[in-house]
């Protein structure tokens, strides 16, 4: 006698925020489209090999050993000190989640007590790293921390308050505190935080108990480990989850999507989703989670968040917890995706109503080659194919951005940066609903310019015509606005045009920019 539906899910163990749902046994098709699926990921270098994942173990090991040294350089002439403190060390993002790919940045976080201020750590940091020569490039981000926080301080900044009601921007998470170099060859990216009142050398960042030891300033830096942390532990099969993480996060830097900077999801989103699909369906392949992945966000009603596991609340703790229905902050959010860990909050506060829109239309198409892969009709490969970005819009927006030199640049595109998710908004108003905005993922360089990059803002207009199709309209832009904040901000030796031309009169030095140039 065949089993019910409900006889099958009765030993299931739910995880998450819902039951799992049945699903057929695995089919040979499924298993061959599984392993179809993993020779793809292969061959497309989605992994280290064991020499390159051997060198990201010895450059932590080799911080926690520099770490050591910085700080007993920064207590040395303190008398009063009979031992310097200890620096604890831990990684998080792609690498803890083992999905990390060659290219990618290794993320680490020190944890330090308040006698180790995050100014002179860097300080010394920076120090040791150079006397070692262990650096081969590296990135002072201490003026950074100074253009953030003359941005960030200002008594009354027009652009800021914009952004921060918008919720595209928000200073309370540190922008600042971390250092960026490369390490034998390797790009790693250090934050510093501070817990006080706990061992350090004992430190145990999965307990909530640690929470009681640490501020709102320093949270951050907390909650990037346990986030991670977390969401390995929340779902039924590791292995799958890594396997369709590695493809979706592949998928998502093809199709231009993979950047919470400028309002698409990140590393921990993109995690929270995958996790959300393996728990949804606890028994299945590979294959089956990555196909319902695209099928589950393509059909979703955003803004009902996705979370792995229902909220918490401590109300000894204090921390702002996110909470749609009671504040209106959180009930703008348009996408919300919540982190595991307490507490929790919107990691996809950066999206806006023009990425979500795009989102969504990939996650439609992406669906529909699923549907094709499903039929024999298609491979893996060809739901990755990249964005041709210079196609699909009929308006586009240029932005020329210059310096005198590299370091000038760096910092100039930090101050300008928020415009664009700014300007993208005043188009939209503009559009009354109508328009689709797209900032190009792809940042561009001139060859014989080394101190000049170009972004892209790809903007489309669509009506519905009397007989309900949709229809494309010519549009234009006013970019006053934007010229204006330009000329506000700019300093001697730097400046950003912004122009405008339609997909069919696109001029010739960006034809040969976008055809023959390599992204920034």
Not at 27 to 40: G, M, V
Not at 234 to 243: A, D, M, R, T, Y
Request: glycine share 4%; hydrophobic share 40%; proline share 5%.
């Amino acid at each position: 006698m065949a089993s019910s539906g409900a006889d099958l899910m009765a030993g299931t163990k739910q995880w998450g925020v819902t039951a799992p749902r049945l699903l057929d046994p695995p089919t040979a098709d499924d298993s061959n489209r599984t392993k179809e699926l993993q020779q793809f990921l292969r061959e497309s270098h989605l992994s280290e090999d064991s020499t390159d994942s051997a060198k990201r173990e010895n450059i932590i090991g080799e911080l926690r050993e520099l770490v050591k040294i910085c700080v007993e350089d920064i207590f040395s002439e303190k008398s009063e000190m009979t031992e310097a403190p200890h620096i604890a060390v831990f990684t998080f993002g792609s690498y803890q989640l083992g999905v990390h790919i060659p290219s990618d940045d290794l993320e680490i976080v020190c944890f330090g007590p308040p006698l180790v201020k995050c100014q002179d750590f860097l300080k010394a940091l920076h120090g040791v790293l150079v006397k070692n020569g262990v650096v081969a490039v590296m990135e002072s981000l201490q003026e950074e921390k100074s253009l953030y926080g003359s941005l960030r301080n200002e008594e009354k900044n027009p652009v800021l308050e914009a952004l921060q009601k918008q919720k595209t921007i928000e200073f309370k998470h540190s922008l600042a505190d971390f250092m960026k170099f490369k390490m034998q060859g390797v790009s790693v990216v250090l934050t510093y935080a501070i817990i006080s009142g706990v061992p350090l050398e004992s430190l145990n960042i999965f307990s909530e108990g640690v929470l009681y030891y640490v501020d709102e300033a320093n949270l951050p830096g907390l909650d990037r480990c346990r986030v991670a942390a977390l969401t390995r532990v929340l779902v039924p099969n590791f292995e799958n989850f890594q396997v369709v993480l590695r493809y979706v996060n592949f998928w998502a830097r093809k199709r231009g999507l993979y950047s919470n900077v400028i309002g698409y999801l990140g590393g921990a989103q993109w995690a929270i989703l995958v996790a959300r699909v393996c728990q949804v369906y606890p028994e299945a392949l590979a294959s089956v989670l990555a196909m319902k992945f695209f099928e589950i966000y393509s059909q979703w009603h955003w803004p009902n968040p996705v979370m792995l596991h229902d909220i918490s609340t401590k109300p000894d703790l204090k921390f702002d917890v996110w909470d749609a229905p009671n504040k209106s902050d959180d009930f703008s959010h348009v996408m919300p995706i919540i982190s595991p860990a307490y507490p929790a909050w919107n990691l996809s506060a950066c999206v806006s109503e023009s990425t979500l829109r795009v989102m969504k239309e990939e996650f439609r198409c992406a669906n529909d080659t699923c549907k094709k892969i499903k039929l024999g009709e298609a491979n893996w490969s060809e739901l990755c194919e990249p964005l041709e970005f210079f196609k699909i819009y009929t308006l586009y927006i240029q932005v020329d951005i210059r310096a005198n030199n590299v370091s000038d640049l760096r910092l100039w595109k930090l101050e300008v940066e928020p415009l664009w998710r700014k300007f993208i908004l005043q188009i939209e108003a503009q559009g009354d609903g109508t328009t689709k905005c797209h900032l190009c993922p792809t940042e561009y360089a001139y060859d014989d310019a080394e101190h000049h990059s170009v972004i892209f803002i790809g903007i489309k207009r669509i009506i519905q015509s009397v007989q309900g199709l949709a229809v494309t309209v010519p549009y234009s832009v006013d970019s006053s606005i934007v010229k204006n904040e330009i000329a506000e901000r700019k300093k001697p030796g730097m400046d950003a045009v912004v122009s405008q031309f339609r997909r069919n009169r696109m001029p010739d030095s960006v034809c040969k920019l976008v055809s023959g140039s390599s992204g920034a």
